[in-house]
C-alpha cells in the first residue's frame, strides 16, 4: 500500500510537471501567433519581449503565492527565450534601443532580477545558477551591442570602433570578477554563477577577439591619429588582455603559469602588430600581408623591436636570477639573428639594413654587458640558507 501511494505521488508529481510546460507552450505559442499578425514586423521583436516579461511576471507572482516550483522553474526561461530573440534579430546595423526596444529589453532585465530576487527560496539551485549565468551573459550582450553601435556613429568605415564596441563591457566585467572585492546583489546570491560561469566563455571570447583585432585592425580610428600604444584599439586590446591573463590567473590553476604564457604569447604579437601598424600609418605601407612582409622598414623595426622585448626579458631574469625567462629572451635574440640573415641581407643595399644591423648590434653588446646568464640555482631556489662553509674542529691539545 505505501508503495503505491509513493507511486501515486510520484505520478502525479511528473503529471503536474509536463502540463505546466504545455500550458506554457500553449501560451507562448498563442502570443506569438497574435504578435505576428497584427504587429509590424519592425516592432515585433520589442513586443515579444514585452509579452514574455509580463508573462513571467505573471507566472512568478503566481508561485510565489502558491507556492508552485515548477512554475517558478519555468519563469527562469526568460533570459533563454530572450537571447534566442536578440539573436534572430541580430544584423549588421542592428542596436537593441531602436524600435522601442530600450522598453522592452528593460522589461525583460526588470522582471529577471526581481524573478532572481523574489523566487530565490522557491527555485532549485542548480535553476537559480543557470538563470544568474545566462542573464549576466544577456545583459552583457544586449549593453556591448548598444555600445557597438554608438561606436559605429564615429564613422562610416569599418575601423578600430567597431572592433572595441565589442570589448569594453566584457573586459570590465571580467576585470571585476578578477578583483578581491565582494560584489553585492546579485553576486552576492551565486558568486560561482558569476565569477565562473559568465566569465570563462567571456574570457575565452575576449582571448579570441584579441587575436582577431590584433590581426585584421589596421587600427585607424578617425578622426583621431594613430599613435603607437596609446590609441583606441591598442588600449582596448590591453584591457581586454589585462581582464583574461587576470581571470586566468585566479581561477585557472592548470597548466601551470597559464597566465603568463598567454599574456607573454599575445604581448609578442600585440607589438609585432603595432609595428606594422605603425609602418601603414606613417609610411603609407598598405595594409595587407605581401606589402607588409616585403617592406624592409616593417623588417628593420621588427629586428629592433624584438631585440628590446629580447633585452627586457634577459635583464628581467637576470635581476630575478630566472633562467627560464632569460633563456626566453636568448631564444628571442636567437629569432632575430637569424631573420637578420635571411630577410635583411637578402635586400641589396638600403638604409633599413644598415639601421637594422646596427641597432640590433648595439642592443646585443648592452645584453651581453647588463644581463650575463644568472646562475642555475640560487638559495632560494635549493631551500638554504646561505650561511658560513664548514668549520674545522678545534685543536686538541
Excluded at 36 to 52: D, G, H, K, R
Excluded at 245 to 257: D, E, F, H, S, V
Excluded at 267 to 287: E, G, I, K, N
Amino acid at each position: 500500500m505505501f508503495r503505491f501511494n509513493t507511486l501515486m505521488i510520484i505520478d502525479q508529481k511528473i503529471a503536474r510537471t509536463v502540463l505546466t510546460i504545455w500550458g506554457a507552450i500553449w501560451w507562448a505559442a498563442s502570443l506569438i501567433s497574435v504578435v505576428q499578425l497584427y504587429a509590424p514586423n519592425s516592432v515585433q521583436t520589442p513586443l515579444l519581449l514585452i509579452a514574455a516579461a509580463l508573462s513571467v511576471a505573471i507566472w512568478a507572482v503566481l508561485a510565489l503565492r502558491l507556492h508552485w516550483p515548477d512554475l517558478a522553474v519555468l519563469c527562469s526561461v526568460l533570459t533563454p527565450v530572450s537571447a534566442l530573440l536578440l539573436l534572430g534579430s541580430l544584423s549588421e546595423h542592428y542596436h537593441p534601443a531602436a524600435n522601442w526596444g530600450w522598453l522592452a529589453w528593460a522589461a525583460v532585465f526588470a522582471v529577471h532580477l526581481l524573478t532572481l530576487l523574489y523566487l530565490a527560496d522557491t527555485l532549485p539551485i542548480l535553476a537559480q545558477r543557470i538563470a544568474h549565468t545566462t542573464g549576466c551573459l544577456l545583459i552583457i550582450a544586449v549593453l556591448a551591442l548598444e555600445l557597438r553601435f554608438g561606436l559605429l556613429q564615429l564613422s562610416e568605415s569599418y575601423n578600430a570602433w567597431r572592433w572595441l564596441g565589442w570589448a569594453i563591457l566584457p573586459s570590465l566585467f571580467l576585470l571585476a570578477m578578477s578583483s578581491e572585492r565582494q560584489w553585492p546583489w546579485p553576486v552576492k546570491a551565486c558568486p560561482e554563477a558569476y565569477h565562473v560561469g559568465a566569465a570563462a566563455p567571456l574570457a575565452a571570447l575576449m582571448l579570441a577577439w584579441f587575436w582577431l583585432a590584433n590581426t585584421f585592425s589596421d587600427g585607424a580610428a578617425e578622426p583621431l591619429p594613430y599613435i603607437p600604444l596609446i590609441n583606441p584599439l591598442e588600449i582596448g586590446l590591453l584591457l581586454a588582455l589585462a581582464g583574461v591573463c587576470l581571470w586566468i590567473r585566479k581561477y585557472l590553476t592548470r597548466p601551470r603559469n597559464a597566465a603568463l604564457l598567454v599574456a607573454g604569447a599575445s604581448l609578442f604579437a600585440l607589438v609585432t602588430a603595432m609595428v606594422m601598424r605603425t609602418a601603414h600609418h606613417w609610411a603609407d605601407v598598405p595594409w595587407n600581408t605581401g606589402a607588409l612582409l616585403d617592406s624592409m622598414r616593417v623588417q628593420a623595426g621588427l629586428s629592433i623591436v624584438w631585440t628590446l622585448m629580447a633585452l627586457a626579458l634577459m635583464i628581467g631574469g637576470h635581476m630575478r636570477s630566472n633562467r627560464e625567462l632569460w633563456l626566453g629572451g636568448a631564444a628571442l635574440i636567437g629569432v632575430v639573428v637569424i631573420k637578420l640573415f635571411f630577410v635583411e641581407l637578402s635586400n641589396r643595399g638600403g638604409m633599413e639594413r644598415i639601421v637594422s644591423f646596427i641597432g640590433v648590434g648595439i642592443l646585443l653588446l648592452v645584453v651581453g654587458y647588463f644581463a650575463p646568464l644568472p646562475p642555475k640555482h640560487s638559495a632560494r631556489e635549493v631551500g638554504e640558507e646561505p650561511g658560513p662553509g664548514p668549520t674545522a674542529a678545534p685543536d686538541t691539545l
